[in-house]
């Protein structure tokens, strides 16, 4: 659908060097702000759902329970406090 707004000329300008950066149109730009308002101003959560899981199968990253278990080799045993 389209629609007409009206936006600043200096916001017009930093969107369109924003846009022309990552080599898309001001229409995608736009379109891409909408979504993002969106997300951040609606109370639905499935935001999770589409997340959850979603680093379940890389391999290069590792095993996060022995990363922390890495960083915390220099500390006193909880035992021992």
Same mark, same amino acid.
Request: proline share 2%.
């Given at each position: ?12 300008? @930093? ?6 950066? $990552? ?6 730009? =736009?379109? +891409? #702000? !909408? ?9 639905? @959560? ?6 959850? $899981? ?6 290069? =990253?590792? +095993? #996060? !329970? ?16």
């Amino acid at each position: 659908m389209r629609i007409l707004t009206d936006i600043p000329d200096d916001d017009i300008e @930093k969107l369109d060097a924003l846009a022309a950066k $990552g080599k898309r149109s001001r229409a995608a730009a =736009i379109r +891409d #702000a !909408v979504k993002l308002y969106l997300v951040h101003n609606t109370d639905n @959560k499935d935001w999770i759902a589409r997340g959850a $899981g979603l680093w379940k199968n890389r391999t290069d =990253i590792g +095993d #996060a !329970v022995e990363y922390q278990r890495t960083m915390r080799e220099d500390r006193r045993p909880y035992e021992d406090i």
